[in-house]
């Protein structure tokens, strides 16, 4: 697979449902698919790899696809009022699963 079609995925905190949902529309508005893009908190089967980073309370954004497209979104990301922006998850395959072995 080439770096243009390999799939990966990049996670927002924010901290707050509202925020978060605030962050899935600016990405939507933005261009990215809205079947690319999902919200869930600390318990979350598809954040396993950044639960210990995330606290009671806060919600994640998760946006899949290429890698053209996680430079897109971790640059929106980064106009929002997500309170971190986790460098591209590569171990998250394409249905939001953790890839990791000892996951």
């Not at 243009?4 to 949902?21: F, M, Y």
């Not at 899935?24 to 318990?43: N, P, Q, V, Y």
């Not at 249905?95 to 990791?100: I, K, N």
């Amino acid at each position: 697979m080439t770096q243009d079609t390999q799939r990966t995925a990049v996670v927002a905190i924010c901290d707050s449902r509202s925020s978060a949902e605030a962050s899935i529309l600016t990405l939507h508005h933005e261009g990215l698919d809205m079947k690319r893009l999902s919200i869930g908190d600390k318990t979350s089967s598809t954040v396993q790899h950044v639960r210990d980073s995330v606290k009671d309370g806060e919600f994640l954004v998760l946006v899949r696809g290429t890698a053209e497209m996680i430079v897109h979104a971790r640059a929106v990301l980064g106009t929002t009022r997500a309170s971190e922006v986790l460098a591209p998850a590569d171990d998250v395959d394409s249905q939001g699963r953790s890839a990791s072995p000892d996951s």
